[in-house]
């Protein structure tokens, strides 16, 4: 089997997972790429890779087979794109782009151009999750579904954030709307809508409602959903909270899935 020579463009926080899952395959990782040369400096140095500020020098080496793009979300449709034209494999952080015309625009070109696009969507590759799809015919007719994340994400409902994250300046974006284009639907609560695919096929029907607080802040801390598929109604959830010690390992996150047949 080939080693498949790739590319990492964005090496901020989320790109150890990338560098990790390259890794674990065997992958040479040829080229890291950052704005920020001190943020891709240790990885270079872990790989012998070579570093360069502009992506579009890692498109144009040959010898790279995918792109592994950990950039913020809205830098992602134009090295999407740019990728797809110069043929490469890609795997990207989710999410894909800031709204679904760019999602679209960057799948339809994958698709016409033949590349292998796949959004870092993970949690169906859980040992736990695999299981529970393995044992989902043992339950007959499926009737009902509720899926949900709770994540810790600090006191965000009785106060209002003045600096960090969270805060929204006058006439800007907050970091995690620039950095993931929104909140926890986006953030944690996209996951989910891909495990109920994953489990349920696509929703054929839904209400749904998201929560943004009225003070000026640009992202959401809740949303639901009731979604009616192929097997059965689902009930979604994704909130923000301020609980510390929640869930299963009592860390802040709860995240469950309980699947009834």
Same mark, same amino acid.
């Given at each position: *089997? ?6 990492? %463009?964005?090496?901020?926080?989320i ?5 990790s899952g ?6 040479? %990782? ?17 790989h ?14 040959p010898?790279?087979?995918?792109i592994n ?7 992602h449709?134009e ?17 894909l ?7 679209h625009? %960057? ?8 590349t %292998? ?22 339950l ?17 409902w009785?106060?209002?954030p ?11 974006a907050?970091?995690?709307r ?14 989910i ?13 839904l209400y ?6 009225p ?11 009731? *979604? ?14 301020p609980?510390k ?17």
């Amino acid at each position: *089997m080939k080693t498949l020579t790739t590319a990492v %463009i964005g090496c901020g926080n989320i790109s150890k997972f990338h560098f990790s899952g390259m890794d674990k395959a065997g992958a040479c %990782i040829k080229w890291v790429c950052d704005v920020n040369e001190a943020a891709a400096a240790p990885w270079m140095e872990r790989h012998s890779s070579r570093y360069t500020a502009d992506f579009h020098e890692v498109l144009a080496d040959p010898e790279v087979d995918v792109i592994n793009i950990a950039t913020p979300s809205f830098l992602h449709e134009e090295v999407c794109l740019a990728a797809i034209g110069a043929g490469k494999a890609i795997i990207c952080e989710k999410t894909l782009a800031e709204n679904a015309a760019d999602a679209h625009k %960057i799948a339809k070109a994958s698709e016409e151009a033949g590349t %292998i696009l796949f959004t870092s969507y993970m949690k169906r590759f859980i040992p736990a999750v695999a299981k529970a799809k393995e044992l989902c015919p043992s339950l007959g007719r499926i009737l009902t579904t509720h899926i949900r994340t709770h994540q810790c994400w600090g006191d965000l409902w009785s106060k209002t954030p003045e600096s960090g994250f969270f805060h929204t300046p006058p006439g800007e974006a907050s970091k995690i709307r620039k950095n993931y284009g929104g909140g926890i639907l986006v953030c944690g609560g996209s996951h989910i809508l891909d495990l109920v695919g994953f489990f349920l096929g696509r929703p054929s029907r839904l209400y749904g409602r998201v929560h943004v607080p009225p003070d000026g802040r640009d992202y959401d801390l809740l949303a639901v959903a009731l *979604m009616e598929t192929d097997h059965g109604v689902v009930h979604y959830e994704a909130m923000a909270h301020p609980l510390k010690k929640v869930g299963y390992l009592r860390d802040g996150w709860d995240e469950r899935v309980e699947i009834s047949g």
